[in-house]
């Protein structure tokens, strides 16, 4: 049974930095994160491989996002930089456990499992 735990988010002031963590048990195609503001959709923000640690990211925060794991700690970490207060969210991680279904390492519908969520907040 895959299990994900978030950690690492909180309050920073626009233009800061995070590194959100995830670690994982178990065993998983891929893993991605996703955000939900309040009253808006989850979206995918960043999705890494784990068979030849290909990344993805959305447009709206490539250049300010970097998703990577470390194999020895189980732990998938996205480091947040120049944030903004449009990066304000609860985020997610999410594992595939299987190949892509062929909707898109975006789509919630890939994903299996799902962490818990910690809010990010990106305000002055």
């Known amino acids: 049974q895959v299990q994900l735990v978030e950690s690492g988010g909180g309050l920073v002031q626009p233009g800061g930095s995070l590194r959100l963590s995830c670690v994982v048990s178990?065993?998983?195609?891929?893993i991605g994160w996703f955000r939900q503001a309040p009253g808006q959709e989850r979206e995918g923000v960043s999705c890494i491989s784990m068979d030849d640690d290909s990344t993805y990211y959305a447009n709206f925060v490539k250049g300010r996002f970097t998703i990577s794991r470390d194999k020895a700690k189980n732990t998938v970490y996205l480091q947040m930089d120049s944030l903004k207060p449009d990066d304000t969210a609860v985020y997610y991680c999410?594992?595939?456990?299987?190949?892509?279904?062929?909707?898109?390492?975006?789509?919630?519908?890939?994903?299996?499992?799902w962490g818990q969520g910690t809010l990010v907040t990106v305000s002055s």
């Open positions: 999410a594992a595939m456990t299987g190949p892509n279904g062929g909707t898109g390492w975006r789509s919630t519908w890939e994903y299996q499992i």
């Open positions: 178990g065993n998983y195609y891929a």
